[in-house]
């Protein structure tokens, strides 16, 4: 019980305010996390559907939010993060509860639509209030806590998921969407005990007041400062991690290595690990813009160190094979790491006050534009063209990395060309919390 005493304690602050977010997490992730394990056999035996029905559904789904991300974000900011948060979860919860009820292709196909709708407005009202609800010096930090958070909660729904599963009764599996319905209620209730915060004295920018504003508020809109959206699409080339650790590097294990199958698991099983234990000392340190683009570059590092080792693969012998498959998805787990740090600092620093929902969505946008395109195109690259391939990959990050940089100066530029003489713009003082 010690043990599991002080790992609790590397995932969960001292700070009451991040304890309890990170509790929320944990809750949230949970639910999901139940209902996701086992969605594809709740789609395909429940509702009836093929896999191939299954996956067109969730591209819709994206394309539909690529289209809202950004009105979703300005509604966060006008009827305000906190309760943009909290009515998008309930809305999540009642989709949950459609899920027990859906039936065929075109109802899974409108559920999926307001899921990630409702979603996308939830997510932007989460974000842009922790950006308010903490000092700037405790945002990075606050956000990797709860990251650790969500990955316990995610694991611990892949375990509950996979028991019912494991059940493989009908009914059983029917009822998994309505568990988590459950669960997202009590989230609700987590939600709704969080601190109010006060909204900006200039909000009256995003509640549609442009015109009293005239032509500055107009100008300052999240969309104008195009040179955030491409820092967000490179932001998100070098999110593409996530495709290697998901797709890509399984991928390749199966069709181009002699590894074992089995070792799949302990490749997700060490990211799980790593995602928990590194995250929060990943994140130490990153508290304006410098550091958060060091930490982007580190991401783009690991990035390319991954596909170096990755590509010698499938000339090796298995003895050989095994640790280096395994020290490829160590290496691009590092590149998570690094990665969300130095997007959640880029994004804290980079964000309107006044418009942080808005940005949310913008950032969103880009992000999506920036990794959409990853899963077919690497998947090609890796599996089709081997060394050069990889190559290709691994040149793809470095252009991003190198890109970024010229992107941030540039939307920072925006900013404090519109920001007023009491908002800094630039690094935090330090504080006695920030060093805790």
Known sequence: ??????????????????????YQSVLSAFGQGVFLTGSAVFFTRIVGLSATQVGLG?????????????????????????????????????????????SGFWGYVAVTIAMEVV????????????????PRDQRVRSNAYMRAARNVGYTLGALAGGIALAIGDPVVIRAVPLFSAVVLVVNVVFIARLPEVGRPAAAADADGSDAAAGDTGRRRGALRNRSFLLMSVFDGVLGT??????????????????????????????????????????????????????????????????????LVTDHTVLWLTIPLVWLAHVTVTGAELFNSAGEWGLVSELSDSRRRGEYQGVQNLGYTLGTVWAP?????????????????????????????????????????????????????????????
């Open 1 to 22: 019980m010690a043990g599991v005493a002080k790992l609790f304690d590397r995932v969960l602050s001292d700070d009451p305010l991040i304890r309890a977010m990170s």
């Open 58 to 102: 969730l591209t819709i789904g994206m394309a539909a939010v690529f289209f809202v991300s950004v009105p979703l974000g300005r509604l966060a900011d006008r009827v305000g993060t906190r309760l943009s948060w909290i009515l998008g979860s309930v809305l999540k919860v009642a989709m949950f509860v459609a899920w027990f009820t859906v």
């Open 119 to 134: 979603t996308t407005w939830s997510m932007a009202g989460r974000n842009a209030y922790r950006l308010e609800v903490f």
């Open 241 to 310: 991690r996530q495709v290697l650790l998901n797709t890509v590097i399984p991928l390749w294990l199966v069709e181009d290595t002699n590894a074992p199958r089995v070792l799949l698991a302990w490749l997700f099983g060490t990211n799980t690990v790593l995602a928990v234990a590194l995250q929060v000392a990943a994140a130490r340190g990153v508290t304006d813009i410098r550091t958060a683009l060091r930490a982007e570059y580190r991401a783009a590092a690991c990035f390319v160190i991954s596909c170096a080792i990755i």
């Open 376 to 436: 077919a195109a690497y998947t090609f690259l890796a599996t089709h063209w081997h060394t050069k391939g990889w190559l290709l990959i691994a040149a793809i990050i470095v252009v991003a990395a190198v890109a970024i940089r010229p992107a941030t100066l540039a939307a920072e530029r925006f900013i404090a060309a519109g920001t007023p003489a009491d908002e800094p713009v630039g690094p935090a003082p330090a504080t006695a919390a920030s060093t805790r």
